[in-house]
């Protein structure tokens, strides 16, 4: 074999820089992600602002959110749904940029769609907390929390899923600008034994002392109730129909 005898430091790898991976970018390694991200932060992007909420159940789980997004100060929708179906059996609660959120729930559902075709099975809720949490993790959907909850062989699952991909199972969680008043809530509230019916109840209680408090919450409820039959999404615009 002949050795080579011209200086490669000068080729086509030195126009890419010495810091480029060979196999690169990677999924979600998106140019300029840093500025994108700082965009997102602003006014000029519509936000859902939010208060969701999550709760395992004995025989399901029950997610809520309220319905009002903002632009900036302003209040740019009353009727805004924040959790919806991702799965036969599943569903996912957005709080932050809507742009976003709207691309992860395609993102899934497409996904959630290719892994049955596939493999004849629908995916296990383990395995979509992990696929939401890489989604996340890539960089791709700034900025967006969500809470996932579903039904498997394994039974009820809460999954509590931070903007950059950490994900923790839990009982009950919250998530969006009015967490803080619904946590409490929550905390006084669930026990390990609760019903749909009262995890439903609790819920609303939760989404309501965050609206009373959070100026970027309010406008009525969306409540979605997963079992093994199913999603259900009910909208109420007064809390007293679930209290």
């Known amino acids: ?5 011209g200086d490669l430091s000068d080729g ?16 979600g390694e998106f140019e300029h992600s840093e500025r994108r991200a700082a965009k997102a932060e602003g006014d000029g992007e519509m936000k859902t602002g939010t208060t969701t909420v999550g709760i395992k159940a004995e025989d399901g789980v029950v ?9 900036g100060g302003m209040v740019s929708s009353k009727d805004v749904q924040k959790v919806e179906e991702i799965h036969p059996r599943g569903a996912l609660t ?15 559902r497409a996904e959630t769609s290719l892994y049955e075709a596939r493999r004849g ?17 890539s960089g791709a959907f700034y900025i967006v929390q969500p809470i996932l909850g579903g039904v ?10 931070d903007a950059l991909g950490g994900t923790t199972e839990e009982e009950y969680t ?3 600008s009015g967490s803080q008043y619904a946590l409490g809530v929550l905390e006084q509230e669930y026990d390990d034994d609760v019903t749909i019916d009262e995890a439903k109840n609790i819920a609303a209680k939760a989404i309501q002392s965050a609206v009373e408090r959070d100026l970027a ?11 093994d039959e199913g999603v259900d999404i009910t909208r109420y615009k007064e809390f007293d129909d679930l209290l």
């Open 12 to 27: 086509p790898a030195a126009d890419l820089g010495r810091d480029q991976p060979v196999f690169g970018p990677e999924l």
């Open 174 to 176: 919250v998530t969006g």
């Open 63 to 71: 997610m809520a959110t309220d319905m009002r997004a903002s632009l």
């Open 1 to 5: 074999m002949r050795t080579p005898t």
């Open 121 to 137: 099975k629908d995916m296990s809720m383990e395995a979509l907390s992990t696929l939401t949490g890489n989604l996340l993790r």
């Open 94 to 108: 957005i709080a932050g940029s809507v742009s976003a959120a709207q691309n992860l729930i395609s993102t899934l």
């Open 217 to 227: 919450s309010g406008n009525g409820i969306n409540v979605a109730v997963v079992t």
């Open 152 to 161: 498997d062989d394994e039974g009820s699952h809460i999954y509590s899923i």
